[in-house]
């Protein structure tokens, strides 16, 4: 292979001297064919000098390592580089006025400018495997390379613009049978794309680019537009659904000319929201939060073949769907014959509803299913690899499980507790292999949630360490490192949150009314309604054990007393909020309101009105705070890592990108006074800033 960016392959398409010769020009760009800047100018120029040869009567644009292209670099957003020469619609607008015919020769990924790149082309072949998609969307952006104004002439102005505000990605079989790809080829790639150029020369047609194509549109244009737009606000992404909406339009009714200066503008404009902002800054977050600072160059994971879960309650069960559904095999164990027959049947549940929401196929499901074997003795667990054990939050059950793993796993099989709170290093203290210890804290339901907590103990080894990110990747999540402390870094953070929650309630503020300010905010839910959710019982347990460790523990009268009644949330049908029989929708509590009443009196408190400002403000500050010190203490490795942890994990607005990053935008100066003067006023040594907020307000970021 010619190591450019991109060139002129020779010796592919027929041998020099017969008819007719084609030129395959291949993107190379590791790792997934960006189109950056360098890249567009080595295309632009390759593609001219194909197009100016006599002798070339088509050309094939390929990617390099099986990839098409994986679209944009994103690096390039808000900088000069994107808006330079060429673009892709410069490059675009050459190929359409070609005279030969161009075809993109998709295999891997077409994505973003990537697939907008093969929509100039004048014929799409796919293999088999392909993902394609515009999923501009998820970076709070649109298609800026043409692709609202080709889509839609391709497949439709409905099946476009639900394709785009989703950033739905399909496959190269569904991209066939709606038109955006010709053909599927069902062999060699480039010997299909080059078959299929024969045949179009062969048979004389002039070429038609898809910009030249009408556009179909299912309803009257004012009505259909209008109930799309309505459609695009209704899924709460922020201005980017709406404004692809108005670019179809502006392509059904403007000029060509005038409908690319559209979607340009739309682009240009998007990309300086600050949703937009939000969204790229968890696109990298994510990926930083899969390199292990310090981890020396050299380590190599482990291969994992096979797993063991310990343990078919709700987590048990999920965490081996998890697995199974990525192709592990899984022996899961639990001694209790009636925790496996629940297991069984909500795995059979589960994999029923994948299929109906069209997650799985009957045989995927089918597959997964049989992946998980089911085991009444531990010592059927042997031959795994690694072992997760998913038992009740009790650090005595886990050592007393943990110390027998070790005398039936072989020496170099990785223990993994999927605990919330609970001491790595204490738990790894029972066994004589502590190095092959740590934590993996999955979040309900496993299956689904993409957030893992890989939690390094002290004596965890760097290539346990490495094994468990690698596995967690295969699994399709995200792998965060944590360190070890009570709660880790999602946990921990909530505490305070919550705290912070339950004080709002004592001063005289209702469930109802800070749940609906956090809700306005952006999350899905306020604090209330997700305690009640997950279950009082569960927080209430841990704030007696920490009782128990620190006679200086203290926490609002209202958390323990809901829970000391018995009020433990939907599943008691009393919490915070009441709930009618076979309902989970929350209702106002008398008993509640009774409740509150009694305990500000004993509390020698008189309440006050409290605005939406003061509760969003005194909640998230404490999350803040909580972070910063996280940080400090090298229990996160860096802010980016707090971000995604709370917004993959516990529903902070994607479109304001994780609390660390909200408050750089917000002001960390600001917010270092904030609270400051609300330490000052309440002398509470939890809201003393920490001196890593200080710091980072001082420097106006946190520094990555």
Not at 49 to 77: C, H, M, N, Q, Y
Not at 373 to 391: K, M, N, P, R
Request: charged share 25%; with cysteine.
């Amino acid at each position: 292979m010619i190591d450019v960016i991109c060139n002129i392959v020779e010796e592919i398409m027929t041998k020099p001297g017969s008819d007719p010769t084609f030129a395959r020009i291949e993107l190379d760009n590791p790792p997934v064919n960006a189109l950056n800047l360098t890249t567009r100018r080595s295309l632009m120029d390759q593609i001219e000098a194909a197009l100016a040869e006599p002798t070339i009567k088509g050309v094939i644009i390929s990617g390099a390592r099986k990839r098409f292209s994986g679209g944009a670099d994103v690096t390039e957003f808000n900088r000069p580089e994107a808006l330079s020469y060429p673009l892709i619609t410069d490059i675009g607008a050459m190929i359409e006025k070609a005279e030969k015919p161009v075809v993109a020769a998709i295999d891997g990924l077409a994505l973003g400018g990537g697939l907008e790149l093969a929509l100039f082309c004048h014929y799409r072949v796919a293999a088999a495997e392909s993902q394609i998609g515009l999923p501009e969307v998820k970076l709070g952006v649109l298609p800026g390379g043409g692709g609202t104004q080709r889509l839609p002439r391709l497949i439709g102005a409905e099946a476009a613009i639900s394709m785009m505000t989703m950033g739905r990605t399909i496959s190269a079989e569904e991209a066939v049978q709606i038109g955006l790809v010709d053909e599927l080829a069902a062999d060699d790639l480039l010997i299909e794309a080059e078959a299929l150029l024969r045949r179009r020369l062969s048979e004389g047609k002039a070429l038609k680019p898809a910009i030249s194509k009408e556009i179909d549109i299912a309803d009257a244009p004012k009505k259909f537009f209008a109930a799309a737009r309505a459609q695009a606000r209704a899924l709460k992404r922020g201005p980017a659904p709406e404004a692809i909406v108005d670019c179809v339009e502006a392509a059904a009714t403007l000029s060509v000319a005038d409908a690319a200066e559209f979607e340009k503008n739309a682009f240009v404009r998007l990309s300086q929201t600050s949703e937009s902002l939000a969204l790229r800054h968890l696109f990298f977050a994510e990926r930083k939060a899969a390199r292990i600072a310090g981890l020396p160059s050299d380590t190599r994971a482990r291969t994992i073949s096979s797993v063991g879960v310990i343990g078919a309650g709700t987590m048990g069960t999920g965490i081996a769907m998890a697995f199974a559904n990525s192709g592990f095999p899984v022996a899961l164990f639990d001694s209790s014959a009636e925790a496996m027959f629940r297991s069984r049947v909500n795995r059979t549940k589960a994999y029923s509803s994948a299929q109906k929401r069209g997650r799985m196929t009957a045989t995927e499901a089918e597959r997964a299913a049989d992946r998980i074997v089911e085991h009444s003795t531990i010592v059927s667990l042997g031959d795994c690899d690694l072992v997760v054990e998913a038992v009740i939050e009790d650090a005595s059950i886990k050592k007393q499980l943990i110390g027998k793993l070790s005398s039936v796993l072989k020496q170099d099989a990785i223990i993994a507790s999927n605990t919330s709170y609970l001491d790595i290093n204490e738990l790894a203290m029972v066994t004589d292999r502590p190095e092959n210890v740590l934590g993996l804290h999955f979040f309900s339901p496993a299956h689904i949630m993409r957030l893992v907590e890989v939690v390094r103990g002290s004596n965890t080894s760097n290539e346990v360490l490495a094994t468990a990110m690698a596995t967690v990747k295969r699994l399709g999540k995200i792998g965060v490192v944590a360190g070890v402390c009570d709660g880790f870094i999602g946990n921990r953070m909530v505490d305070q949150y919550f705290l912070r929650a339950n004080e709002l309630l004592m001063e005289g503020a209702t469930p109802e009314q800070v749940d609906a300010a956090i809700r306005r905010f952006g999350f899905a839910m306020g604090p209330f309604t997700m305690s009640d959710m997950a279950g009082n019982d569960i927080a209430w347990l841990t704030r007696q054990r920490r009782a128990a460790q620190d006679p200086n523990f203290s926490y609002p009268l209202i958390a323990d007393a809901i829970a000391e009644r018995g009020w433990l949330g939907q599943k008691s049908g009393q919490g915070y909020y009441g709930y009618e029989e076979g309902s989970r929708d929350p209702i106002t509590s008398p008993e509640v309101e009774a409740l509150l009443r009694e305990l500000r009196v004993s509390a020698g408190i008189t309440p006050r009105e409290i605005d939406e400002t003061e509760i969003v403000d005194r909640c998230l500050h404490a999350l803040i705070n909580e972070g910063c010190r996280i940080i400090a203490e090298n229990v996160a490795q860096r802010a980016s890592d707090v971000d995604v942890v709370y917004v993959r994990g516990y529903g902070f607005p994607d479109l304001k990108g994780g609390p660390m990053h909200w408050a750089e935008q917000q002001g960390l100066a600001k917010i270092a006074d904030a609270i400051e003067q609300r330490f000052q006023t309440t002398g509470d040594p939890a809201w003393k800033p920490s001196p890593r907020l200080i710091e980072a307000a001082e420097a106006g970021y946190f520094g990555d």
